[in-house]
Structures are given as structure tokens and as C-alpha cells.
């Protein structure tokens, strides 16, 4: 046993550190014995009495056919898991790349209303100098309007 575990077991024994941490360190410590052959059937009877008392009610022994199953069914659970993640995932990056684009869009056409406001006396003279640009604009407008809208 490592000095750890001798002091602690002296310290129990002689009642200056009475926890039911350090009775349920020595418990494991007499199981560890039991199965290297230094305990006694009666240590062992005594530490299964103390585990049924601790997890009466909260610990269901499984077989190991239900066990497997369990464990198959959590396996599942964690593929659906990570695929709604991955799923989210893609979707949050998506939206993000939209919400870009419908920036990109309303910066677009914030400069298409200045261009407008300052051209308006050439378009509507239709100088044929600022056809090109007037067309531009025009053709902005119908592309890009359903995005913003």
C-alpha cells in the first residue's frame, strides 16, 4: 500500500480523521486486498453490504446483452449529434455569407443613390456621356432590388 494510503488508513483507524471518504478509501483498498489475496470473504461481504447501501436505488446491473444495446442506442445518439452540429454549422455560415451579401447589396445601392442624386440633371438631359452609366444603374436596380427587398 503507498504511504499515502497507510497514512490515511492511520489516521481512520486511530478516529483523527473520521470521513466517509477515507472509510470508502479503505473500502477499496480491502477489495484491492481481497483480489490480490490479503482479505477475507468476510471484507468482502462487508464492502458489497456497503455498496448496495450507497447505490441501493440509483444503480441498475445490466446484462451484457443490455449493455451492448445501450450502448449502441448512445452511439446512435451521438452520429445524429454531430450531424445536427455539422448541420448548424453549415447553416450559421450560410447566413452569415447572406447577411454579407445583403450588406455588400445596401452599400451597393447607398452609391447608386448618391450617383443618382449627383447626376440627375445629366440623366434627365440624357447626355449621351452618361448613358453608360445611367444604363448601369438601371440595370443594378432591377438585378438587386428583390435582394434587398
Same mark, same amino acid.
Given at each position: 500500500?503507498?504511504?499515502? $494510503?497507510?497514512?490515511?488508513?492511520?489516521?481512520?483507524?486511530?478516529?483523527?480523521?473520521? %470521513? !466517509?471518504?477515507?472509510?470508502?478509501?479503505?473500502?477499496?483498498?480491502t477489495?484491492?486486498?481481497?483480489?490480490l489475496?490479503?482479505?477475507?470473504?468476510?471484507? /468482502?461481504?462487508?464492502?458489497?453490504?456497503?455498496?448496495? &447501501?450507497?447505490? &441501493?436505488?440509483?444503480?441498475?446491473?445490466?446484462? !451484457?446483452?443490455?449493455?451492448?444495446? $445501450?450502448?449502441?442506442?448512445?452511439?446512435?445518439?451521438?452520429? !445524429?449529434?454531430?450531424?445536427q452540429d455539422?448541420?448548424?454549422?453549415?447553416?450559421?455560415?450560410?447566413i452569415?455569407?447572406?447577411?454579407?451579401? &445583403?450588406? %455588400?447589396?445596401?452599400?451597393?445601392?447607398?452609391?447608386?443613390?448618391?450617383?443618382? %442624386?449627383?447626376?440627375?440633371?445629366?440623366? !434627365?438631359?440624357?447626355?449621351p456621356?452618361?448613358?453608360?452609366?445611367f444604363?448601369?444603374?438601371?440595370?443594378? &436596380?432591377?438585378?438587386?432590388k428583390?435582394? /434587398?427587398?
Amino acid at each position: 500500500m503507498s504511504d499515502f $494510503l497507510d497514512n490515511l488508513k492511520k489516521a481512520a483507524d486511530t478516529g483523527e480523521f473520521n %470521513s !466517509e471518504a477515507a472509510k470508502k478509501i479503505l473500502d477499496i483498498n480491502t477489495l484491492a486486498d481481497v483480489k490480490l489475496g490479503k482479505g477475507s470473504v468476510k471484507d /468482502i461481504e462487508r464492502l458489497s453490504e456497503s455498496v448496495d &447501501k450507497e447505490f &441501493k436505488g440509483k444503480a441498475i446491473p445490466v446484462t !451484457e446483452e443490455e449493455a451492448l444495446e $445501450l450502448n449502441s442506442d448512445y452511439e446512435k445518439k451521438m452520429e !445524429e449529434f454531430k450531424k445536427q452540429d455539422f448541420i448548424n454549422s453549415q447553416l450559421a455560415i450560410l447566413i452569415d455569407i447572406e447577411d454579407m451579401v &445583403k450588406a %455588400s447589396v445596401g452599400d451597393m445601392f447607398s452609391f447608386v443613390d448618391e450617383l443618382e %442624386s449627383k447626376f440627375e440633371k445629366e440623366f !434627365e438631359e440624357e447626355n449621351p456621356i452618361y448613358s453608360e452609366l445611367f444604363l448601369k444603374i438601371e440595370k443594378i &436596380k432591377l438585378n438587386f432590388k428583390p435582394i /434587398i427587398n
